[in-house]
């Protein structure tokens, strides 16, 4: 019983240092960056098509991701050790962040609000997500066998599990972006979900799941998700409204990346859309919003995406990212509940 809570206690604290580590890290980080954004004049062009009530947001710095790639990186390589297994999510998360610098620079430069076309985001996403995937399959024993929830069952979908990993990714990567529309949105909701994939992965080093998905311990478990909980957090001391910097497509697509990879690592796949519920409706409401209008020419929503069609009823802004905070709160209850049956 002694060496049973011990070992737990050690799993926890992991954990916790982890997330301290990385809060620290970057709360530091952005406000040394903040200074040097604001002198690079790298602010935030809005759109015009946008709630006129973020016009006055106009100019306030983005790319501040730079600062929550670089600090979850530090305190992931301090915590998480640094081994081909423990790189993989790591790179993932970085290589993502890359293509969000890339564009938000593009986005900088030309002084536009829209940087990378569609097709060329899409494109190299695929190409990162295909290469994340295929690594992971190649290189980790049982990699192919995806847990089903609810029924308890695992299902091996063998080389079918590139597409479906990669789909997973790229999924992800987009639905994270599109949250991050609202100050303190996305990294609120997304320092609940990686704290949720933590907690979940130090239960089953712990041996508190009745079935093994992962044989690795907490430190490459669950590293990289406390690290992205504790990134975000000390991101926000930053970006909660009114936010004085941004975190840009180099955050929220590094976020979202990195977010799939931990998921992958841990066997957790399809905890992603139980956990990240409000990454699901933020995208499906977008998705419903451009058919049904190239359909129908209707519009099912004010605006999309989601957090949109709230502020336009009338919701202040920071009732809307309370109640989305929320919403992650049980959704994360919930698949912890029933990862743990």
């Not at 929220?252 to 859309?273: K, T, Y």
């Amino acid at each position: 019983m002694r060496a049973f809570f011990d070992l737990h206690m050690a799993i926890a604290a992991h954990i916790a240092l982890t997330v301290v580590a990385a809060f620290a890290a970057v709360a530091v980080f952005t406000a040394l960056l903040l200074p040097v954004l604001r002198r690079m004049k790298a602010g935030q062009n809005i759109r015009e098509d946008g709630p006129q009530s973020h016009q006055s947001k106009s100019g306030t710095p983005s790319m501040g991701g730079i600062a929550i790639v670089a600090g979850t990186l530090v305190a992931y390589v301090a915590f998480g050790g640094i081994s081909a297994e423990a790189a993989a999510p790591a790179l993932t998360f970085a290589a993502f962040g890359a293509l969000g610098f890339f564009d938000d620079y593009v986005k900088v430069k030309m002084k536009r609000n829209l940087g990378l076309t569609a097709l060329q985001k899409i494109a190299i996403q695929s190409a990162i997500a295909v290469a994340a995937a295929a690594y992971r399959l190649f290189t980790s024993p049982g990699a192919s066998e995806i847990f089903i929830p609810f029924v308890g069952l695992k299902a091996d979908i063998g080389l079918f599990y590139i597409p479906f990993a990669a789909f997973l990714i790229v999924a992800a990567v987009n639905s994270v972006n599109l949250t991050d529309g609202l100050d303190g949105l996305a990294s609120g909701v997304t320092a609940i979900v990686a704290l949720c994939f933590a907690i979940a992965a130090g239960m089953q080093a712990g041996g508190l799941l009745p079935w093994n998905l992962y044989a690795g311990g907490p430190p490459v478990g669950a590293a990289l998700c406390a690290a992205m909980a504790g990134g975000c957090l000390g991101f926000l001391l930053f970006n909660r409204h009114p936010a004085k910097i941004f975190m840009g497509d180099t955050g929220s697509l590094a976020l979202g990346g990195g977010l799939a990879a931990a998921a992958m690592s841990l066997n957790m796949e399809l905890m992603l859309p139980i956990a990240g519920l409000v990454y699901v409706l933020e995208a499906m409401s977008d998705i419903i919003q451009v058919a049904s209008y190239k359909l129908r020419k209707k519009r099912v929503f004010k605006m999309a995406p989601l957090h949109h069609h709230f502020e336009l009823s009338g919701w202040p802004e920071q009732a809307v990212v309370f109640a989305f905070w929320g919403l992650t709160a049980l959704a994360c209850a919930a698949a912890l509940l029933i990862y743990s049956m």
